[in-house]
């Protein structure tokens, strides 16, 4: 078992992903990307998505309309992070930043 710095436990991530009926941006590529610059530290485990005692969800939104950011998801978790489209919580985003942005975000010492 591996030991976590002051006894902390991991940060606990899920990804909520929508329907995907009218993307914009491949989620499923940027999901892969997330996991794979966040996969070296020890200090972050991804969940399944109804988890409880969620530290971060990520709701991924392949497109502006963003019918996935719904407080019922958003409850689930301490904070989140909203990818509608090419947008981050809100803020456009160049497809190929995002996942480079969304493992910034789940690095953040308040995260």
């Known amino acids: 078992m591996t030991q976590y710095p002051q006894g902390r436990r991991p940060i606990r991530i899920a990804l909520k992903f929508c329907g995907s009926c009218n993307p914009e941006i491949d ?5 892969g990307q997330v996991r794979k610059l966040t996969s070296s530290r020890e200090d972050i485990q991804f969940f399944p998505f109804n988890t409880k005692e969620l530290d971060l969800l ?14 019922e998801y958003k409850s689930q978790a301490k904070r989140h992070l909203i990818i509608a ?22 690095g953040r010492p308040d995260g």
């Open 27 to 31: 989620l499923s590529s940027l999901a």
């Open 58 to 71: 990520v709701i991924l939104c392949g497109c502006r309309r963003s019918c996935a950011d719904k407080e």
């Open 85 to 106: 489209g090419e947008s981050l919580d809100g803020s456009p985003q160049s497809e190929n930043q995002l996942a480079v942005l969304i493992a910034g975000e789940i």
